[in-house]
């Protein structure tokens, strides 16, 4: 045989090995995770795994994002390429804040922006098409990667809902800055007065139902008691015993995990998830079960619903109205 056809079909059995091995590789992997997916693994295993399987373009981080991570991901090459860091408020208000420091490169965010509010949802949420609007308008696109930061004491109220708003929404590409802004500036780590206003981007929403419920879903899970209620209110709201009627102020069977609970006294920053499966735990609340997360408004629960997709629940939600309606209705 001459040396160059031996050398043609070398590199030919080559090619087909690689091939083979190739996706050799890529079955093993999707075994491995519909087997692992049977198990106990934290939700945001799976969501880390799936942005490690996009396009190298993508970028995975964790959804807890701590300040070194950040002031390293802002020195990146390709930072505007892969990621968008927004600073979330509960209005449009308060850009003079803003424009006088903030992290660099960061975009006001404000979560409220869109929502049709009333005197049961004070904080609601806006449509899909309103997001979508919103969010592209600030340049984000469904390739970014975001991270949001807030001005709250330990970085969280706002952050928490606006972390929701991108999950209920279909973006899970999303993390929150630990400590947010207090503990960017406790670190030492650079801000600026300089703006940054990325071109239009396109943003498409895909909007997962399952994460919100309603007063009626609520009503109906008293009786059937199929999922867990946890009320993010502090003990003293929870506990709280209504003087005329002599009715406890908080949903029939909930449990009570105070928003304050979720936090490192001494740093001032979210418990690691390991702190925060125990304190479910602690609780009683099997992370196995679904489960539907309020408080007062809507807003501090998110930041409960974010702890317990660190934990490792299968199944949460959010109760939009929270007992600002519940208490409200239930009279009616």
């Known amino acids: 045989m001459p040396e160059s056809t031996n050398k043609s079909s070398m590199r ?145 109220l706002v952050s928490g809902r606006a972390w929701f708003l991108f999950k209920l929404f279909g973006h899970d590409k999303v993390s929150i800055l630990n400590g947010g802004m207090n503990y960017w500036k406790n670190s030492k780590f650079d801000t600026t007065k300089d703006s940054f206003y990325p071109a239009k981007a396109e943003f498409k929403t895909n909007f997962n139902k399952n994460m919100i419920r309603s007063f009626e879903q609520i009503q109906n899970n008293v009786k059937t008691k199929e999922m867990v209620i946890i009320d993010s209110r502090e003990a003293e709201s929870f506990n709280k015993v209504h003087p005329e009627s002599g009715i406890n102020e908080h949903i029939p069977n909930s449990i009570n995990i105070p928003y304050s609970s979720l936090f490192d006294a001494k740093q001032n920053l979210l418990k690691n998830p390991s702190e925060l499966k125990k304190l479910f735990e602690n609780n009683d609340i099997d992370l196995e079960r679904p489960m539907i997360i309020g408080c007062m408004f809507g807003v501090r629960s998110c930041t409960t619903v974010f702890a317990a997709y660190l934990s490792g629940a299968k199944s949460f939600s959010l109760y939009l109205g929270s007992w600002n309606e519940y208490h409200q209705k239930i009279k009616q």
């Open 12 to 156: 030919e059995n080559y090619q087909q090995s690689r091939f083979k091995s190739t996706h050799l590789f890529g079955a093993v992997a999707i075994l491995l995770i519909s087997i692992l997916s049977a198990s106990y693994i934290p939700q945001y295993f799976f969501d880390l795994v799936k942005s490690y399987m996009l396009p190298k373009s993508s970028v995975a981080l964790p959804p807890l994002l701590e300040a070194d991570q950040l002031n390293k991901i802002l020195e990146k090459k390709n930072f505007h390429q892969n990621y968008r860091v927004i600073e979330a408020f509960f209005s449009d208000k308060f850009h003079e804040n803003f424009d006088q420091e903030h992290i660099p490169q960061a975009i006001y965010f404000d979560t409220l922006h869109g929502a049709d509010s009333n005197e049961y949802i004070p904080k609601n949420i806006p449509s899909q098409e309103k997001f979508e609007e919103y969010v592209g308008s600030l340049g984000i696109s469904n390739d970014h990667h975001v991270i949001i930061y807030d001005r709250s004491d330990n970085g969280f």
